[in-house]
């Protein structure tokens, strides 16, 4: 191994885990930058693929936190195979999981209030019709 400039960043070149379908990426803008990642289906695939007990945990919380995606999600699982299926058929139904996203959900509650507070805070007032001079 070489030398490297102290600020270069080391990365990783890895093979698609999944197809990857640009058409299907959402756009966020966060901070004034624009953000693409994949879809909410792309990343359970990913997540499922890795296999790790975390990236199960992972698609656990987010099909809590969005009860649709929770028969596609075991769906996705068990076409990895049968002990993927109950693995995270498991951690679906664990109330430790369960309560892990209901907290989530509280935290996004309230950061969404403090940002609408924020905003409003930063709303410039209109005065009632009189201006500085009419005192």
């Not at 600020?7 to 990426?25: C, K, N």
């Not at 990642?37 to 693929?49: G, I």
Request: without cysteine; glycine residues 8%.
């Amino acid at each position: 191994m070489g030398s490297r400039p102290a600020d270069a960043v080391p990365f990783d070149v890895l093979p698609a885990l999944v197809p990857l379908e640009p058409g299907r990426f959402v756009h966020l803008l966060v901070r004034g930058q624009r953000l693409r990642v994949v879809d909410p289906d792309t990343l359970m695939r990913l997540k499922l693929k890795a296999g790790s007990s975390h990236d199960l945990y992972d698609v656990a919380i987010l099909a809590n936190l969005h009860a649709d995606w929770m028969d596609h999600a075991l769906a996705l699982a068990s076409s990895h195979g049968e002990e993927l299926g109950e693995r995270l058929a498991t951690l679906l139904r664990d109330p430790r999981v369960r309560g892990q996203a209901k907290e989530v959900q509280r935290q996004d509650r309230a950061l969404q209030a403090f940002a609408r507070r924020r905003a409003a805070r930063k709303t410039p007032r209109r005065d009632s019709g009189t201006t500085g001079g009419d005192r």
